[in-house]
């Protein structure tokens, strides 16, 4: 095997080639080509919606693609479903492992086999063996750490003679010392000639595991090839659009429209919770406080953390001075705070109900539509208000929310949230999955918030869009705050570097 991880002149174990997937307009990967050898890590890397984990759903037959071929040791092959992907030794190894919890490990691993459970049992300690792995067969899956239950599926894998694994996320649940234990297997494997396409946020990674790495940025590859051709800086570069340095490099220095000698509105003091910890920021009355960061980075667990829809593992909240650190949800609301979820189907919209009722329901909380009876009146004049002030498009107050398009839904539940008069909102990722007009509709309500002195927290993925409308943006990466970024800093080779964990000193802390 030679030294940047091809294997000899030998086929390629998985070939992708002018792969194109669409979901009805919506390009979602734009002709991929890819390979992966014998012995092989390859790092994928992308930010939120680059079009990687449909890539993985099409390479497990989970998604057939519409355009362009796949073809493993050389053979071109359909994947049609899964098990076409189990039957040519393709495995993938979840970001959360999908184990039976009250089986023990060994029933785990050879669940779904026809074979004799004597047989089944000699190849599964011979494997381990083999490899150098000591796991406790008999044990308990709920009794297993998260690197242990990896290990599991892994194991999974390797006794369905997997020679390709796919490893998503496989760190970001993992401590310190149980990342280097992954990284001894993933080399182990390498070593039995077992190629690995490893899925990561984690930049440091690709130069500690990996022997190839491939960039992919709204739905095509920018840049691939042996890991000992690039540096960190040319991985950033390839996460960036091709214009970012001249169209949105800078912003506009000078003199901020917030008073930061004004008393805070919204204040995390070392906050902690399931996903994130010591988490401490500030936001001031009209500021837009831009929070960027990556799937996984704890983003949205702190929001629902703070509104109450999580329990909180460690420090404060205070709201306008006043701690409302573990408070119910409709405590928080009536405190002045209230969140627009990122997924609005599942958590933002009643789909089978009204307008009206759609963004009424959370003024319910604090009786202003009656205690008893609905109070009619005030219900269309709170509805009508937002669907004028938001042109929103909608045929009545008494159209169902579900039948609305995606940008006058998020519109609704803006609205919703809104209807409360809180003093700051949480936006979390506000124009995902809408078209390019109803997003320039969000931004100019977002404008018009700000400027009437409401305070904003925003969460998006999309760098662009926090340095168009951020006053301040402060990064997430690991569930800690690892940058924070003023006016002219606010770009998005900064952003993006210090999501995936790269931060110049004279970057952190304003």
Known sequence: ME????????APLLTVRGIYKSFGLNAVLKGIDLDVMPGEVLALIGGN??????????????????????SMNGEAVALNRPSDALARGIYMVPQEP????????????????????????????????????????????SSLSIAEQQLVEILR??????????????????????????????????EKGIGIIYITHRLAEVFDIATHVAIMRDGAITIQGPVSGFTREDLVKGLLPPDAEGSVQTREAGESSVDYAADPVLELDGFSGYGFSDVSLKVWPGEILGVAGVVGAGRTEMATT????????????????????GKKTRQVIAAGLNYVPEDRHLNGLFKICDVAANTTSA??????????????????????????????????????????????????????????????VILDEPTRGIDAAARGDVYSIIHQLREQGLSILLISSDMEELVELADRVVTMYQGR??????????NQDNLTAAAFGIVEQEAKGA
């Open 157 to 190: 894998g390797i006794l369905r003679h997997a020679r390709l694994l796919i490893l998503d996320e496989p760190t970001s649940a993992l401590t310190f010392d149980e990342v280097k234990s992954l990284f001894k297997v993933v080399r182990d494997l390498r």
């Open 98 to 141: 999908l184990l039976f919890p009250n089986m023990n490990v060994e029933e785990n691993i050879t669940i779904g086999f026809d074979r004799g459970k004597a047989e089944l049992h000699r190849e599964l300690t011979d494997t381990m063996a083999d490899i150098g792995w000591n796991l406790d067969l008999s044990r308990k899956a």
């Open 363 to 424: 003024s319910l909380f604090g009786g202003a539509l009656g205690k008893v009876l609905l109070n009619r009146r005030t219900e269309y004049d709170i509805t009508e208000k937002y669907v004028k002030n938001f042109r929103t498009k909608v045929t009545g107050h008494d159209q169902l929310a579900g039948s609305l398009s995606g940008g006058n839904q998020q519109k609704i539940v803006i609205g919703r949230s809104l209807a409360t008069n809180p003093g700051i």
């Open 306 to 325: 703070i509104f109450g829809m999580d329990k909180a593992l460690g420090g404060r909240v205070l709201l306008n001075g006043r701690d409302i650190t």
């Open 481 to 490: 705050i690892n940058a924070e970024f003023r006016k002219a800093d606010i």
């Open 49 to 70: 919606g680059a079009g990687k984990s449909t890539l993985m759903k099409i390479i497990m037959g989970i998604y057939s693609h519409d355009k362009g071929q796949l």
């Open 3 to 10: 030294a940047n991880g091809k294997a000899g002149n030998s």
